[in-house]
């Protein structure tokens, strides 16, 4: 199925071309004056020039063509050369007839399939996720959702922080207070635990207070960073302590990312491409790519071109010690031999772009990557508090991402058994499904680009543009169609008619808008092309909703048509939310 504008056009060319004029006048927009058309094309007054003729005559012209058409059922020519266009029921009938049965609502995506890798989510081993990881973990999980729905085949990877200092914190304070453990032991050989030395609970309360001593005590730290160099070159006790930790930290990882729906087809991590590096090194070096400077091995990534100064990439510390961008250049090695992609999407903040144009400029220049391999960085903006400042708890600190997810799941607890009847186990339920499209819905329904402000009060809120009120439609809809059915209504062989009134048309023409936002989402990465599109669906659904009687029609073949739009509605509605990474509960 074609974009909806694109059929049109063809429809208003033909008519230029039968008056005489090109038909790539013929080009159909959105009316910007909803209020006394669907449709334009401004055509007559682009052509005025070329015919020179008046743009009244030519749009006067093209709209006698049209007096037959099956696809408009108005076309009126206004001064000074407008075409203010209505659709025909019987076009729209046929658009969503075709959205009802085909596969994937008639989607059609341009272009060959891709494999796309998207690296998002963000997390570091032994440090909690925070507010800052929300937003890499839900864009990200939502491209790739709509990224695998336009038909293109998608690995998504977590691509953990599991080789750093954090560890190396986590190791220290552990030494302090066992001291006597044999893992410390340069004689020990190197097994996995059986008993992990540290529980759960234990691990949860170590780190913070490890980077907090770090922070205060040089000798400390400088013991942390000594534990790090240990456990990255395989001093056995300390490797086997570090995937004990590393075990531990994505128990409690992973059941975050669960609380959020969010799941990563590879739980990979910079660890992985460890033995990679000095093959890199040496092929980087052998090669004349990598120089050194200052002691360091760098390689150039600068350009003529450049307006800004694009410092060069580091792959090497002097000390030897490798860098964020080795293990993210080894990492693109290992992707490139192990899926060989066409393409890798990076999800972080954008304050990472700099370094992830460094990053990507030496992948080119050492040709790690295919000249063809499309490497993209997506950065997003903060999520900020009502200050307009980077989100922190009351009192000043860095909030567990846990914690908010815990307080949006308390107000949406608290609007339901404020506003309805129902039993507390179920509300409890109910809000946890609903507090995450409250969070989902509020950050995507933005630019990722741009910062937002978390309002916890409106992205809870049943009504306005928010997650809550795109759930609401649905279990409102459902909660029709399950009426329709306790009644003995029939759900199959249920045949679509026209519209029967303005508010149903609008309906439908809201629906048909699917393929073409599928499209630029797809297009573009963009789950806020998502959001605005559910928005107005819900929006003409509410309308139509409220102006017509559905299980009180008398007509028998009018309800049963009345229902098959409910279901199409359900359908496009849940299947869009899916995208954006939530569900509907039964009820609300
Ligand atoms: N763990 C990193 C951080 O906390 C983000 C990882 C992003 N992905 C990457 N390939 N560098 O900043």
Not at 216 to 225: F, M, T, V
Not at 303 to 322: F, H, Q, V, Y
Not at 392 to 419: A, F, S
Request: net charge negative.
């Amino acid at each position: 199925m074609k974009k909806i504008l694109d059929l049109l056009s063809e429809e208003m060319g033909k008519a230029f071309e039968e008056a005489g004029y090109e038909a790539s006048l013929g080009r159909v927009t959105l009316s910007n004056r909803p209020d006394l058309c669907e449709y334009q094309c401004n055509g007559a007054m682009a052509g005025a020039k070329k015919y020179r003729k008046a743009p009244i005559m030519i749009a006067n012209e093209v709209a006698l063509q049209l007096g037959d058409s099956p696809v408009f059922q108005e076309a009126a020519a206004v001064a000074p050369g407008f075409l203010n266009l209505r659709v025909s029921e019987e076009f729209l009938l046929d658009m969503v007839r075709t959205m009802a049965e085909e596969e994937k609502f008639g989607l059609e995506m341009p272009g060959k399939s891709k494999k796309i890798m998207i690296d998002y989510g963000g997390a570091n081993v032994a440090k909690p996720l925070h507010v800052g990881h929300l937003r890499p973990a839900i864009i990200g999980e939502s491209i790739k959702r709509i990224c695998r729905y336009a038909g293109h085949e998608v690995i998504g990877d977590v691509h953990l922080g599991d080789w750093g200092t954090p560890i190396g914190m986590v190791i220290t304070e552990l030494q302090e207070r066992k001291p006597d453990l044999l893992y410390f032991d340069e004689s020990y050989d190197g097994a996995y635990p059986e008993e992990p030395p540290v529980t759960e609970a234990e691990f949860a309360e170590i780190y913070p207070l490890a980077s907090t001593k770090a922070k205060a005590d040089p000798e400390y730290r400088a013991r942390a960073l000594e534990a790090t160099r240990k456990f990255q070159t395989g001093v056995r006790g300390y490797r086997a302590l570090w995937k004990v930790i590393v075990d531990i930290s994505k128990v409690d990882l992973k059941r975050n990312y669960d609380s959020l729906n969010v799941e990563f087809d590879l739980w990979k991590g910079e660890s992985d491409v460890n033995d990679l590096i000095p093959e890199m090194v040496t092929y980087m070096k052998e090669n004349g790519y990598a120089h050194i400077s200052e002691g360091a091995l760098v390689v150039d990534v600068k350009e003529e071109t450049d307006t800004r100064e694009i410092p060069p990439c580091m792959i090497l510390k002097s000390d030897g010690a490798s860098l964020y961008n080795t293990t993210d250049l080894a990492t693109i090695m290992e992707r490139m031999r192990l899926y060989a992609p066409d393409e890798i999407i990076y999800i972080t903040d954008k304050r990472q772009e700099l370094y992830f144009e460094q990053v990507f400029r030496c992948a080119r220049k050492t040709k790690l990557v295919k000249p063809e391999t499309v490497l993209k960085f997506l950065g997003h903006g903060t999520m900020n508090g009502s200050d307009g400042k980077p989100f922190k708890t009351r009192d000043g600190g860095v909030m567990r991402l846990e914690n908010l997810i815990g307080e949006t799941r308390d107000e949406m607890y608290r609007k339901i058994r404020e506003g309805r009847e129902m039993p507390e186990e179920e509300a409890k339920e109910t809000a946890e499904t609903v507090a995450i499209s409250a969070l989902k819905y509020g950050d995507l329904s933005n630019q990722a680009a741009k910062d937002y402000i978390f309002d916890i009060d409106r992205f809870t809120s049943f009504e306005g543009d928010t997650g809550p009120y795109i759930l609401y439609t649905v279990v409102r809809i459902k909660s029709i169609l399950n009426k329709y059915q306790e009644q003995g209504g029939e759900m199959k062989g249920l045949m679509f008619l026209k519209a029967g009134s303005e508010s149903e048309k609008a309906l439908e023409m809201a629906l048909v808008q699917f393929n073409t936002m599928m499209m630029n989402a797809a297009e573009e990465k963009a789950p806020h092309r998502v959001c605005a599109y559910i928005y107005d669906l819900a929006n003409a659904f509410n309308h139509f909703y409220h102006e017509t009687k559905i299980l009180a029609e008398a007509d028998e073949d009018r309800r049963r048509s009345l229902i098959a739009l409910l279901m199409l509605t359900r359908d496009v509605l849940e299947t869009c939310i899916d995208l954006l990474g939530f569900s509907a509960p039964e009820k609300m």
